[in-house]
């Protein structure tokens, strides 16, 4: 089950999607989540193609930036093509958990990619001090990389990059996601499972913040509760086009796939179902 805590009803939030122009994609880009349970909405298919990169951005002193990409393709695999498909695909950077490593997500980019997603995965900020601020500079930087690269004729990934963009996270990475956002409010939208505080301020960062936005909360998340992360971050939104879902039941490291460094700091919490959340109203219309 889920509830919605905000006032906006379904045909308000299809009207502003179709003011952004999210065309061509019988998924919205804002709500890519969906996506989790229903692996046959969209009519082609696609392979899960896998590089592992590394980005620089020079604007911070070369810092350097492990990243794991995951592709539409005809063929599964490490390495292959990219589908011969004419599509173009949005990119979406998602940010992993404290010290979690991009592994745990494994059950978000199976289910995203195919439907026509390009997903990459910083590896970044592992350690037990991380910068936030950092982590969202990176997410944001490889957005702007990857929208680069499209336009290279020596890149991999030349005209493959679809203009609409996202970014995702869970724990610390959704926190550092409204980073990312404040950073570059060219940022198209974001997805968030039970975002974290961070340092410096993902609330205070929220209310810079005008993209379509989507945030999901455990109603038994004792690592971020709700209420002094998901709703105060959700409040601090400029957005006309947001909301916040809470999952009856669900706890923090649900958000993933089993991890034993995000279950020790779930333990304090009862048990409850997989998160498996049905919201098919997210499926958008050919607009």
């Not at 805590?5 to 999210?22: D, M, V």
């Not at 936030?132 to 499209?150: P, T, V, Y």
Request: some cysteine; glycine content about 6%.
């Amino acid at each position: 089950m889920f509830i919605f805590t905000n006032s906006y009803s379904i045909n308000k939030i299809h009207a502003a999607l179709k003011r952004n122009s999210y065309t061509n994609y019988k998924f919205v880009l804002l709500f890519p989540i969906c996506l989790l349970l229903f692996s046959a909405l969209r009519a082609q298919s696609f392979s899960v193609g896998h590089r592992t990169e590394v980005f620089v951005d020079s604007s911070r002193a070369n810092r350097s930036i492990d990243a794991e990409v995951y592709y539409p393709a005809d063929v599964a695999g490490d390495n292959v093509a990219f589908t011969s498909a004419s599509d173009l695909f949005p990119v979406l950077a998602f940010g992993h958990g404290f010290v979690m490593t991009w592994d745990a997500y494994q059950n978000i980019w199976e289910a995203v990619v195919p439907n026509g997603y390009i997903m990459i995965f910083p590896k970044t900020e592992g350690t037990i001090s991380p910068s936030h601020e950092q982590f969202g500079l990176d997410l944001a930087f490889l957005i702007r990389e990857m929208h680069r690269l499209n336009s290279d004729n020596a890149s991999f990934y030349f005209q493959h990059v679809d203009s609409m963009d996202g970014v995702m996270g869970h724990s610390m990475g959704g926190g550092a996601s409204f980073l990312a956002m404040a950073s570059d409010t060219s940022i198209r939208s974001m997805a968030l499972l039970a975002p974290a505080e961070t340092n410096p301020s993902a609330i205070s960062a929220a209310s810079f913040i005008t993209a379509p936005s989507l945030i999901f909360a455990g109603e038994n998340d004792c690592v971020t509760p709700p209420a002094s992360n998901q709703i105060p971050m959700y409040d601090s939104l400029q957005s006309d086009c947001k909301d916040l879902i809470t999952i009856l039941g669900g706890s923090h490291c649900q958000m993933a796939n089993s991890n034993f460094l995000c279950s020790i700091g779930n333990l304090p919490a009862r048990r409850h179902r997989r998160f498996h959340v049905p919201i098919s109203i997210w499926q958008s219309r050919d607009i």
